[in-house]
């Protein structure tokens, strides 16, 4: 019975942190709009961070605690594996996404050479003969760095006139009902991450469950539901540029910017090497996202390819629960 309290309980904080991340960014973005800011420059903040805020808030929460770690590492790092193999591979599947050449030159590489860099400084035994290997205050700046290139990038082609997606009308609310939303989306945001992380330790504790599994799987599928629902949206309305920037984007800003805040908050953060084969994992999908573009039909993601990432999805979730000894190898 206490399994089922736990996993209750899980439920409730993922919904209060989803809804919360909603609120907010409805809140904020009518706010914003009083203001005159333009939509573009909302979608390009508001909005964009938005998507992060439950894998910013799980993080920021369970960074504080040093027994924790793994699951600082394993939200974000599932969170990037599941954007890729299963959101990217659900959207492709449902309709063959077009890349647009801006994406695929300059964004998906980033994204690439983001990953890469996070993987550098998380292996400080290897690179630089530490004892232990940590996210340090440092590392969290230099993260941080790279996000605001990033935001300077994105805005620099907004004013060269790239190609950003307009966003639909935003809803202007009334006074009270904007300071509502925006204060009941904080306080979801809260009460639904201590709830996550709070029951996710306890079923890791009582059930001898690995953390990192537990980050890697649960948290990482939770924290991906804004993603998944933006993304199949898109995918249906056949909006493939906003389909693809919302993943490629989504895992930027988990690497740079919830991580980075998390390790220059609660930095030195603890890392485990046995989780690289995860981020080689995450290199892996985001390499593909560019091979893809250049075979069959070109800058575009087809369903075969789709179908691809499903089964790269299953074979990982496999290994996963192999890893951790959850099952037995397959013959």
């Known amino acids: ?41 909302i979608g390009l903040t508001i909005v964009a961070m938005g998507t992060s805020a439950p894998e910013l808030v799980v993080n920021l929460i369970s960074g504080s605690a040093a ?8 939200n974000i790092i599932g969170s990037n594996i599941f954007n890729l193999f299963l959101i990217l591979g ?12 801006n994406s695929l030159w300059k964004e998906v590489p980033y994204s690439l050479i983001a990953t890469f860099i996070f993987f550098v400084l998380l292996n400080d035994s290897t690179f630089q003969g530490s004892e232990t290997n940590a996210a340090t205050f440092w590392d969290g700046l230099i993260l941080l760095g790279m996000f605001c290139l990033f935001l300077l990038y ?20 009334g006074t009270l009902k904007t300071t509502l ?29 690995d953390k990192k599994l537990i980050g890697l799987t649960i948290l990482a599928a939770g924290t991906s539901l804004p993603e998944l629902a933006t993304t199949a949206v898109a995918a249906f309305h056949k909006k493939s540029d906003l389909a693809v920037g919302n993943i490629v984007g989504s ?12 390790a220059v908050i609660h930095g030195p953060l603890e ?6 084969i995860d981020l080689y994992i995450v290199m892996i999908g985001t390499f593909m996202l560019f091979i893809f573009m250049f075979t069959f039909n070109k800058y575009k993601l087809d369903r075969s390819e789709g179908a691809l990432y499903l089964i790269g999805f299953v074979a990982y979730m496999t290994y996963l629960l192999m890893r951790e000894g959850y099952i037995t190898a397959l013959w």
């Open 67 to 74: 027994s924790n770690h793994d699951i600082v590492f394993g």
């Open 251 to 262: 895992n930027i800003f988990n690497i740079l910017l919830v991580l980075g805040s998390t």
């Open 181 to 209: 939303m925006i204060a009941g989306g904080m306080a979801g945001l809260a009460f639904g991450g201590n709830l996550i992380v709070e029951n996710a330790v306890s079923i890791a504790e009582d059930y001898g469950v």
């Open 154 to 173: 994105i805005f620099m082609n907004m004013r060269r006139g790239g190609e950003i997606e307009e966003l639909e009308d935003i809803q202007i609310y």
């Open 90 to 101: 659900v959207a492709g599947v449902i309709y063959p996404i077009t890349v647009q050449k």
């Open 1 to 41: 019975m206490q399994i089922l309290l736990y996993i209750t309980l899980l439920i409730v904080g993922f919904v209060l942190l989803i809804k919360g991340a909603d609120f907010l960014v409805n809140g904020a973005s009518s706010l914003a709009k009083r203001f005159n800011v333009s939509d573009i420059a």
């Open 271 to 276: 890392y485990s090497p046995i989780m690289n």
